[in-house]
């Protein structure tokens, strides 16, 4: 291969709308490795031919696409995704976008993302798995199995990238794009993790942040790219920036201009460049000056061809003739189901839920009520796709007649009163209120970055109007990160979260209203009280005066607010459900631990109501003193459990002393002796204790 030729392979451009004689004579000439996005299938053929029937090398594109929860189907949003803690249907879902994505020529998707989410301001947190990396790291797993399949070279698998490596989600004040600062061992134990168990799972590809991390920009940093990635866990895989995060070396501060940026991009390990032009620009006179080794361009463009070469692209794969797909009939059931087993029941007083299926006269109140875009979400692959709104679901289930509905605000940012009279006069003919509160799809996803994460616009105004008619009433929250709402929560008899639920919204929500589905959801963030308490996460460390401490005599000098509670207003795994669950029985095999070794620990779970139900119960442990400080909780495992009315069974969960390692400040990880805790729990915020030692 050429130089040129080298460094065309080490660049991808978007998609062009229409195949120009110029477009062509670049295909023919090398001068593009990749391209992105989702356009005619036909362009994609007619781009594949030129490259492996009339350039020189007839070396294949190979063609990527941002394909978040979905393709012609649109699944919940990654976020509530994790929230149903079922890898199986994660990796289903995943699994028909990679269908309808290799239809239509499409290889790569740039997902899943499992940044790690603690600053609900941050609009990519809709994105992100949550903010666990045992839980991310299982979910990301899941994904990248789904999109992969058996292997790569299958007709329907298509290759995961995940993204972003690394850092991104500890962006300050929560701000896109913002500086992370990462102590090592935080770095390793929380931010990488989940990157390394997709690394583990076979995952075909990463993406470099768009943060600095610790003074180092991402795509610049070799310290993660290579001695972390590469040396460390041995992938070989392709590593591509996001989009011109190259050229953006410059702006951070990091590169002088555009020749010194493609050189410490190239040289840190970022095989393939994002629409900006560095590397094709300036690699040649780089390698003529002596100023980059060429052996680096080698080994990112092996590492380019090895990819297209298991992707099968150079074989029947890359000529096959791709088509516009279509919605299967078979994945609307699973966004069905993804969608009602990611709701997360977060209020039920007296069991206002479920909805009476005589109910005679239900009032709809909110424009998120029948808002087909908005509940698909952000990044969004299709959005003239199948989205079955709850209005209309509704309206089937109970016919016209018993429905009034009343859209009460134009949309979620909406700050007129015009529509209260109308939304008002509804709710006092009704039986019940269902009132649809939360966030437009364009408030969440990346660049929507929010400084208040209240209800947005006059929702608060106009619960506060319908709560005027004396009527029960209940919150349906459709949203892409957690919002504060503590008010407005007061005033409901019940809230039912469904974050951005996808195509298949409608039925889902009214089958979860109507007591079809029964939800099992459990929050994967923590919800704060206020925004003054962000950044806030269940494992977190427990400090020299812990806020909880019954011991501390002087409480107003501990860790907490003198204006609000320290405590979340809904902690992490946090679910509720149409029964009640009662854990007892806690049992450890031994007190001891052997390095090496493994302890049994379970408990017994009752369904104590009367409606069969799922509950998922939590493993967490904590050690008590180390060279480093431990968080006050870990996941460490899970576990689903179906129980008929009065059954009782064993939460089981097997610990290896492998699981209670950490790192230190060098990046090594170490395993160290000592007391633990143990919990079996429905939520990090409480559950059965029990104690072990890990022993030599």
């Known amino acids: ?124 947190i809709a994105e992100t798995l949550g903010e666990d990396p045992f839980l991310s790291g299982t979910m990301a797993s899941a994904m990248v199995q789904g999109f992969q399949g058996q292997s790569l070279s299958d007709p329907d698998s298509i ?110 390990g970022v095989d393939m460049e994002m629409v900006s032009r560095t590397y094709f620009e300036n690699g040649a006179n780089l390698v003529n000056a002596g100023q980059l080794d060429p052996h680096l361009i080698d080994e990112s463009v092996r590492n380019i061809l090895r990819l297209k070469f298991r992707l099968g692209l150079f074989d029947a794969k890359g000529t096959r003739i791709p088509q516009r797909a279509k919605a299967s009939p078979d994945a609307l059931p699973l966004a069905r189901e993804l969608a009602e087993k990611s709701f997360v029941l977060l209020k039920n007083d007296r069991s206002a839920l479920p909805l009476s299926k005589s109910i005679n006269k239900l009032a709809i109140i909110g424009p998120l009520a029948d808002s087909p875009r908005d509940q698909l979400g952000c990044w969004v692959a299709d959005r003239e796709g199948p989205a079955i709104t709850p209005l209309s679901a509704l309206r089937d289930r109970l016919g016209e007649s018993h429905i009034i509905y009343a859209q009460g605000l134009s949309n979620s940012e909406d700050e007129s009163h015009d529509g209260f009279a109308d939304a008002l006069a509804a709710a006092r003919s009704a039986d019940a209120v269902l009132i649809f509160l939360g966030e437009d799809a364009a408030l969440s996803g990346e660049a929507s970055s929010r400084s208040q994460i209240n209800l947005p616009g006059a929702q608060e105004a106009l619960v506060d109007e319908l709560s005027k008619a004396g009527k029960p009433m209940i919150a349906v929250i459709m949203a892409g990160r957690p919002l504060v ?76 607010y003198i204006d609000v509670d320290y405590s979340p207003e809904y902690p992490f795994g946090f679910g509720l459900s149409y029964t009640h669950f009662q854990y007892s029985n806690l049992r450890l095999s031994a007190s001891q631990l052997k390095m090496g070794g493994a302890l049994d620990i379970s408990a017994d779970v009752t369904n104590t109501g009367k409606i069969a139900a799922d509950e998922t119960a939590q493993l967490y442990i904590r050690q008590l003193a180390a060279t480093y400080t431990q968080p006050v909780r870990e996941l460490k495992a899970f576990t689903i459990l179906h129980l008929q009315p009065g059954e009782t069974k064993a939460a089981h969960f097997t610990l290896n002393s492998s699981q209670l390692s950490f790192h230190n400040a060098a990046g090594g990880l170490i395993t160290e002796a000592g007391d633990f805790q143990a919990w079996i729990a429905p939520d990090s915020a409480s559950g059965l204790q029990g104690h072990f030692q890990l022993i030599p």
């Open 1 to 124: 291969m050429t130089l040129e030729e080298k460094l065309g392979q080490m660049s991808q451009t978007g998609f062009p709308h229409l195949l120009s004689d110029k477009v062509k004579d670049e295909i023919r000439a090398g001068r593009w490795g990749s391209f992105y996005g989702q356009y005619d299938p036909n362009l994609k053929a007619e781009m594949q031919h030129v490259a492996m029937n009339e350039s020189r090398l007839n070396i294949p594109l190979i063609f990527g696409a941002d394909l978040i929860h979905g393709f012609r189907t649109t699944f919940p949003i990654p976020l509530a995704q994790s929230c149903s803690w079922r890898p199986d249907l994660v990796a289903q879902a995943a699994h028909f976008t990679a269908i309808d994505a290799a239809i239509e020529g499409i290889h790569w998707t740039f997902a899943p993302m499992m940044d790690i989410g603690r600053d609900p301001r941050w609009g990519r």
């Open 485 to 560: 709402f503590e008010e407005v929560a007061k005033k409901m008899s019940a809230i039912l979260w469904t974050w951005h639920p996808g195509a298949m919204a409608g039925p889902a929500i009214t089958d979860t209203l109507f007591g079809d589905n029964v939800p099992s959801g459990k929050l994967t963030v923590t919800f704060p009280r206020n925004v003054g308490q962000i950044p806030i996460y269940y494992n977190h460390m427990n400090t020299g005066r812990p806020a909880d401490d019954p011991g501390t005599a002087e409480k107003h000098y501990s860790s907490r």
């Open 159 to 268: 290759a995961a990238c995940g993204k972003h490596y690394a850092g991104y989600g500890a962006a300050e004040a929560g701000r896109d794009y913002n500086t992370t600062w990462i102590p090592e061992p935080l770095l390793h134990d929380v931010y990488l993790a989940p990157f390394f168990a997709a690394k583990n799972a076979g995952c075909a590809s990463f993406m470099s942040a768009f943060n600095d991390l610790n003074g180092v920009p991402a795509s610049g940093n070799a310290y993660i790219l290579r001695d972390v990635l590469r040396k460390e866990w041995g992938f070989d895989g392709v590593v591509v920036s996001d989009y011109e995060a190259v050229k953006e070396l410059i702006p951070h501060g990091y590169a002088a201009d555009e020749r010194d940026a493609a050189r410490k991009g190239i040289t840190a």
